[in-house]
């Protein structure tokens, strides 16, 4: 490919551990950008959470997405839901969900809460997926469980991932988990993230970089931009085709 | 059925849907001079979990439900060590209680006051998650298993992980704050927040005498 990523200037060290990394090798992952989760109406909304919150990492990521498509990176973006007869929803999940008041199938302002299909599901125009781009959908917090992600990935030779989206506590965090665990080299971005408690977002960035980074690094998406170096060739920029 | 008072809302099982899993309550994590206390963390952080689970494995004994412990580590010859891990320093070097986290050494074993009994279930993990390339999963459906209650170190890592990999497999996690711990309180704390947070998204949360409570007022299976 046409440039490396690396080294960042991340937190607790500079990623990726083996110093720097081709962009063929690595995937950004947007992580439940959808309506749903950061939109007006959708059911972070309904349950009476603040949207801006969420939305707060959507200018960084779409600047990001617009830096990493240059470069030809692969990028992925996931979309948590179920099918609309609720065969995959766990029993103490739509429970859970109703509870809160916001039951998952039900019908809010923007269609049936979390269901695939229906305009809250879809990604929100700010950082929507382009053709040819990989859409994984899961029915729950981690992109891994259920899903072709692990098979995607390896089957495009990845092996360093850097993480973006909603919310950054429970599918950013949970996802993340999931691919240390299976050996990825992960960057969380600070700018790219948000919770619905703004403490739960920095805790949970805290907790990546304990202990040596025990589940990676964190840095922001303007220090991944600063350490994209151009290899010998020229960088394929889409207006150059 | 026994039903224990947790936030966000009371926490239900039967006698032969439940669990008991205890994560990687080791001496690399738990001993002063191990591993865990090598890396700078204060080791008495966990070591207060121990009291209170061990009173809690007596009674789930007690009662003939399944406990299942799990360990980290790897292979001596590190191959399902991922290098990124590796690269992070300390994993199968030589520590006060053996190679740290390698199987079969002194260091990665359960520590004495929880040593499983004969016939309970040690599943060995390489990554922090119980489920990932384990048998967990079939160790659970073979028991008839629905319900967890997830103890161990630490809160944050370990235990949380395993929370939400069971959570999307659809389990129901009941985790007692007095029976895990984080190095660092702060994250004891949010830990326990984030598990009940937003109606419950990873689970339950209680303390041990609780749930005691509720088992005992049962009668004995």
């Known amino acids: 490919m046409t440039a490396t990523i690396g080294p960042v200037k991340a937190n607790p060290y500079l990623w990726p551990y083996d110093g720097t990394v081709d962009v063929s090798r690595t995937a950004l ?47 992925i973006h996931t979309r948590e839901g179920h099918d609309p007869d609720l065969s995959d929803l766990p ?75 909603i919310t950054t506590d429970v599918c950013v965090h949970t996802t993340m988990r999931e691919a240390n665990d299976r050996g990825y080299e992960c960057l969380i971005l600070s700018d790219c993230t948000g919770a619905t408690d703004p403490s739960n977002h920095t805790a949970a960035l805290h907790m990546v970089t304990m202990q040596g980074g025990v589940f990676g690094c964190v840095a922001t998406s303007d220090d991944v931009i600063a350490a994209t170096e151009p290899s010998d060739h020229p960088a394929r920029h889409p207006e150059n085709d | 059925m026994p039903t224990v008072d947790a936030k966000p809302s009371p926490f239900t099982f039967e006698l032969d849907n439940v669990a008991l899993l205890v994560i990687d309550m080791q001496r690399d994590f738990l001993l002063p001079g191990g591993f865990g206390e090598s890396l700078g963390n204060d080791v008495s952080q966990l070591a207060r979990t121990i009291e209170p689970l061990a009173a809690l494995m007596a009674v789930w004994r007690a009662h003939n439900l399944p406990i299942i412990h799990t360990r980290e580590g790897h292979l001596p010859d590190l191959s399902d060590c991922p290098p990124s891990k590796l690269a992070r320093g300390g994993i ?52 008839n298993a629905k ?20 959570n999307d497999r659809g389990y129901d996690c009941l985790v007692p704050a007095d029976c895990v711990g ?23 949360v209680a303390d041990s005498p609780t749930l005691i409570a509720a088992l005992s007022s049962q009668e004995q299976k």
Request: with cysteine; hydrophobic share 40%; proline share 5%.
């Open chain 1, 29 to 75: 992952i947007c992580i439940d950008w959808q309506t749903d989760f950061c939109g007006k109406g959708g059911y972070v909304d309904s349950m009476g959470y603040d949207i801006e919150l969420t939305r707060a990492g959507l200018p960084a990521t779409a600047r990001l997405l617009e830096h990493v498509r240059g470069l030809g990176m692969l990028v």
């Open chain 2, 92 to 143: 199968g070097e030589q520590g006060a209680f053996g190679r740290i986290l390698i199987r079969g050494e002194y260091g990665h074993d359960i520590v004495d006051e929880l040593a499983p009994l004969d016939g309970e279930l040690v599943v060995d993990k390489p990554g922090k998650g119980a489920f990932y390339a384990t048998d967990l999963s079939d160790i659970l459906e073979k028991l």
């Open chain 2, 182 to 204: 984080s190095y660092f309180p702060e994250f004891q704390r949010v830990g326990l927040e984030m598990i009940a947070a937003q109606g419950g998204i990873f689970g339950w």
């Open chain 1, 91 to 165: 029993p103490n999940k739509r429970w859970r969900s109703a509870q809160i008041g916001a039951e998952i199938g039900s019908d809010g302002p923007c269609g049936r809460i979390l269901i695939k299909g229906e305009p809250g599901w879809e990604i929100v125009p700010e950082v929507a997926p382009l053709p040819g781009e990989v859409l994984v959908d899961k029915p729950g917090k981690g992109a891994f469980y259920a899903t072709n992600l692990d098979l995607v990935l390896r089957t495009h030779g990845i092996t360093h991932l850097i993480l973006t989206g």
């Open chain 2, 147 to 166: 319900k967890l209650v997830v103890t161990g170190v630490t809160t944050e890592v370990c235990v949380h992980t395993t929370v939400r990999e069971a």
